[in-house]
């Protein structure tokens, strides 16, 4: 990699603004190599040099991955004029120009979410032809039984025709309120939810607790996150068969 201007170096690895940036730069508040930086258009290396900004090292990352406890109630979207979402929920240390949701809970579903500005990462997660498997517990309205396991395992049609990729049900609980888990390795709206739909069911509440063979940190209380290490990142791309 060759030399980056300060200004976008800040821009990329914290997602402010150049015209902040330059701002900072002003108020003294950007250190290069020791140093107080006096222009924002200086040139440095990226990856060997060390910058401050008030005083917390920042350090050239050229992709992030973050893991998400989302929380019901908020969108999987990187804005909207009307509606909280997700990337509103990231903090400051954590922020960075063009994060995104790789693939889509919906409002009511909690879980596993990771958030990236890697696009060849999230399209490895989500083309069905990678079969990266997503796991959800799922608290249903009637009890399932080995039909419906039978027909998941087979296919499910939705209403609209629609034929879905193999998939498995396995029941964690039965009796008043059946609680299941889901392994899908496809990603079509509200997938889950038409599934059982499909049978006759509704489905109460749902959160992701996979993907591939990463799982939810459940120390990550809801709306909290965390930068994902590297072998966290290889885990989610991990294919893990369905039986």
Not at 190 to 212: C, E, N, P, T, Y
């Amino acid at each position: 990699m060759g030399l980056m201007r300060l200004d976008r170096f800040l821009s990329s690895q914290k997602g402010i603004s150049r015209k902040d940036v330059k701002l900072l730069v002003k108020r003294r508040q950007v250190d290069v190599d020791g140093r107080a930086a006096s222009d924002a258009g200086q040139k440095i290396d990226p990856q060997n040099v060390r910058v401050l900004l008030s005083g917390r090292r920042i350090t050239f990352k050229k992709h992030i991955y973050l893991m998400m406890n989302k929380p019901a109630g908020v969108i999987s979207a990187s804005r909207d004029p009307k509606q909280r979402t997700v990337i509103d929920l990231i903090p400051a240390e954590l922020m960075r120009k063009g994060l995104f949701p790789a693939g889509r809970l919906d409002k009511d579903t909690e879980g596993l979410l990771l958030l990236t500005d890697d696009g060849d990462f999230a399209h490895r997660l989500l083309s069905p032809k990678n079969r990266v498997i997503k796991t959800y517990l799922a608290a249903v309205s009637h009890p399932v039984g080995e039909a419906e396991i039978a027909a998941f395992a087979f296919g499910i049609q939705l209403a609209d025709g629609t034929v879905l990729l193999p998939a498995e049900l396995r029941v964690i609980k039965n009796g008043d309120k059946p609680l299941v888990e889901v392994r899908i390795c496809e990603g079509k709206y509200h997938q889950v939810k038409r599934m059982f739909g499909a049978l006759g069911m509704d489905v109460l509440s749902l959160k992701r607790i996979a993907i591939g063979a990463l799982t939810l940190d459940e120390t990550l209380l809801p709306g909290r996150c965390k930068e994902l290490s590297r072998e966290e990142i290889e885990l989610a791309e991990q294919k893990v068969p369905l039986p």
